[in-house]
């Protein structure tokens, strides 16, 4: 079956603090994303990254297509930055349905 | 984001009972999802659209059946609710396949 997964379930950060999130998948993506889900419930869109590199502030991604793995880096974390951070992938086998991992929960104390 | 609205935000429906979520959009995109999200599960898709009458399944459709008559209109239908569809629905949109998704604030439904 398709497998999106997602280390570490959970992080737990000094504010100030860098950290790296990781996410596996199982085929050839058509489409990749990041989101973060904020503590009110709210699904922010991050990155749509089926490949390459991108940045945005104090976060940035990575997408190796090749050895179906992308990275999300949270650089200089703030309390803000607390939630659950969720990879998204469309494969090539599932076209139209973009299938969640099961997140990674980001904790960062001030 | 003011693109794309859900609504009821909160509902409290009787086992049994048919349900209908609503989910609009202002951004004239061609795509829109329903998930559904659980604690131990993440976001499952349930249905999705890729124009006016066109809808196809997700991955945990049975118990629901949805319409899109309108570009702007994403209806999801619980035909008779059961506790099993206590959830809390998000509604997303996308101007095509390969583009990053828009989320709604989400629907939180219990089934009593």
């Known amino acids: 079956g398709i497998q999106v997964e997602q280390s570490p379930p959970d992080l737990i950060l000094q504010e100030g603090a860098n950290s790296t999130l990781r996410c596996n998948f199982s085929?050839?993506?058509?489409?990749l994303q990041w989101f973060h889900q904020n503590p009110w419930g709210q699904l922010i869109n991050l990155f749509y990254?089926?490949?390459g590199t991108k940045q945005n502030g104090r976060l940035s991604a990575t997408t190796v297509a090749t050895e179906r793995y992308s990275l999300l880096y949270i650089s200089s974390s703030q309390t803000t930055d607390s939630g659950v951070y969720f990879c998204?992938?469309?494969?090539?086998?599932?076209?139209?349905?973009?299938?969640f991992g099961r997140g990674t929960q980001l904790t960062v104390w001030p | 984001d003011a693109g794309i609205t859900q609504s009821p935000r909160h509902k409290v429906t009787e086992t049994g009972t048919p349900v209908t979520l609503r989910c609009h959009q202002t951004?004239?995109?061609?795509?829109m999802y329903w998930y559904r999200q659980d604690p131990g599960h993440g976001l499952r898709l349930i249905h999705y659209?890729?124009?006016?009458?066109?809808?196809d399944k997700g991955e945990v459709s049975d118990g629901y059946s949805v319409s899109r008559s309108k570009t702007e209109d994403f209806l999801l239908t619980l035909e008779s609710a059961t506790s099993s569809q206590t959830s809390v629905y998000f509604c997303?949109?996308?101007?095509?396949?390969?583009?990053?998704?828009?989320f709604g604030s989400g629907t939180r439904l219990t089934v009593v």
């Open positions: 990254i089926p490949s």
């Open positions: 951004e004239n995109h061609r795509y």
């Open positions: 659209s890729y124009g006016v009458k066109d809808t």
């Open positions: 997303a949109i996308s101007e095509s396949r390969v583009d990053g998704y828009t």
């Open positions: 085929d050839s993506v058509n489409n």
């Open positions: 998204a992938v469309e494969l090539v086998s599932t076209l139209g349905r973009l299938y």
